[in-house]
């Protein structure tokens, strides 16, 4: 469902993706970790096109771009609508109601007919918690709510891949389960997921394949009991001992 091969990103002299390859079947969930800076958010925009890489291949759900010649307007929307993302901060629209966040993209976008939006919205603030909240404004809204609306919006536009970049990262710490709570039903009911993130034991409940970056390559991959339980890269092992300590 999801193929990237020679994946290759730089700002300026920084080469920050070095030839990344990556592949994920219909259903699965795959989970990058990594230290900051490694690469891990680039490859994970790149999967959107938020960032252009310079060289390689995406293939997502048979749709396909070559980085090797210029994209058109076209191709890249064809890319992009494949997926959706749900970001470290919100991005909610603060003068709409979550109903209103969450009807935005169906509505405006892929036009779909306002009152069928406002009825699947309201199903899926349901599966996340939040259908008591759903005329209230971000404002009025704790962080891991805000969150909740935002993987809300990103369900309500139905992409074949959902891409998650360290989605708890800024939350207060009795925030963060709920959060995860709503991101392993979301595995649970067969989503495609790609997700960056710390939380090594919620990485081990849900993900079919981790995948370490370092560096702006793969160092390792596996399922994961074997990355976690026995891994092979030195460089892995003390990034992982270093993540557990804080634990």
């Excluded at 939006?117 to 404004?137: H, M, P, S, T």
Aim: zero cysteines; hydrophobic letters at 40%.
């Amino acid at each position: 469902m999801l193929q990237a091969k020679d994946i290759h990103k730089s700002f300026g002299e920084s080469r920050i993706l070095k030839g990344v390859d990556l592949s994920l079947d219909e259903g699965k969930v795959l989970v990058m970790i990594g230290p900051s800076g490694s690469g891990k958010t680039t490859l994970l925009r790149s999967l959107n096109l938020l960032e252009l890489p310079e060289q390689g291949t995406l293939e997502i759900n048979g749709i396909h771009a070559d980085f090797g010649k210029r994209l058109s307007k076209k191709e890249v929307r064809e890319i992009r609508i494949q997926s959706a993302m749900v970001f470290q901060a919100h991005n909610l629209f603060p003068h709409k109601t979550v109903l209103e966040n969450v009807i935005e993209g169906p509505v405006i976008v892929q036009k779909v007919l306002k009152n069928q939006a406002i009825d699947e919205a309201r199903k899926i603030l349901d599966d996340v918690g939040l259908f008591d909240y759903q005329n209230q404004y971000p404002f009025q809204l704790s962080g891991g709510q805000q969150q909740r609306v935002g993987i809300a919006r990103a369900v309500a536009l139905k992409p074949k891949l959902l891409l998650f970049d360290e989605p708890t990262s800024a939350l207060d710490p009795e925030l963060v389960a709920d959060v995860l709570k709503v991101m392993r039903d979301l595995a649970a009911n067969g989503w495609t997921m790609v997700i960056v993130t710390h939380e090594l034991k919620f990485a081990q409940e849900v993900a079919d394949e981790v995948v370490f970056i370092d560096q702006g390559v793969i160092l390792e991959k596996g399922n994961p009991d074997q990355l976690f339980q026995h891994p092979k890269h030195e460089r892995t092992r003390r990034f992982l001992s270093r993540i557990l300590q804080r634990v």
